[in-house]
């Protein structure tokens, strides 16, 4: 066994460990930890496969930017954990259903490839000149001249959302108390504090001349 088998079956065991911790953590934080670890896991896999543009993309898209917010979300919210856990075992049956059937999909499509294919002069070549061509040039040649328009079309709905999510955040609500800071900094003494002369000695009533109130009821 080399060492680029050695680093595979590293990874594989660490990745393993952090998927099975992310479903089984009793917190929710700690869980997506653990799915930030699997993340990194996956991409050194897509290195040794030298698909380096995937881990890349995985790196930065998924653990640079939806983890980071799916953390901020978390730390953010209170979770009853009480109240998410009541529906586990409801579910479970549909869930383990499921996870079955991915499994077996999984598996299938794995043994296909574990079947090494008849060695050929042609393959070897193809192999030989795979080897010498970097993925990551030819999908950038692919994805900027023949994909170009489909390129243009998801950067625009980006560009759209990221316009329509500042404006959401721009709209006023009449609820909301919010304080001015441009106001406050033009803000004047006479504007906040007014002077008022009052006499500091105030003469007390009378309670001899007062009239008597007699209680009807005594």
Do not use: C
Request: proline residues 4%; positive net charge.
């Amino acid at each position: 066994m080399d060492a680029k088998t050695g680093l595979f079956y590293v990874f594989a065991a660490v990745l393993l460990f952090a998927a099975f911790r992310v479903i089984t953590a009793r917190n929710p934080v700690h869980a997506a930890l653990y799915l930030v670890l699997a993340f990194f896991q996956a991409a050194a896999i897509w290195i040794l496969l030298k698909a380096e543009f995937l881990a890349i993309t995985l790196v930065l898209v998924y653990v640079g930017a939806v983890m980071v917010l799916f953390l901020f979300v978390v730390m953010m919210l209170d979770i009853n954990l009480d109240s998410v856990r009541k529906g586990f075992w409801k579910h479970f049956p549909l869930a383990g259903t499921v996870g079955v059937v991915i499994a077996l999909e999984m598996s299938y499509v794995l043994m296909g490839g574990f079947r090494e294919p008849p060695k050929t002069a042609s393959l070897s070549d193809a192999g030989q000149l795979a080897a010498q061509v970097s993925n990551t040039k030819e999908l950038g040649k692919v994805l900027y001249s023949q994909y170009i328009y489909p390129l243009e079309i998801a950067a625009v709905i980006l560009l759209v959302a990221i316009i329509a999510a500042i404006a959401l955040t721009l709209r006023e609500r009449k609820d909301s108390k919010r304080s001015n800071p441009s106001a406050q900094v033009r803000v004047k003494a006479k504007d906040r504090v007014t002077l008022v002369r009052m006499k500091s000695v105030v003469a007390a009533p009378d309670m001899a001349a007062a009239p008597i109130v007699e209680d009807k009821k005594s």
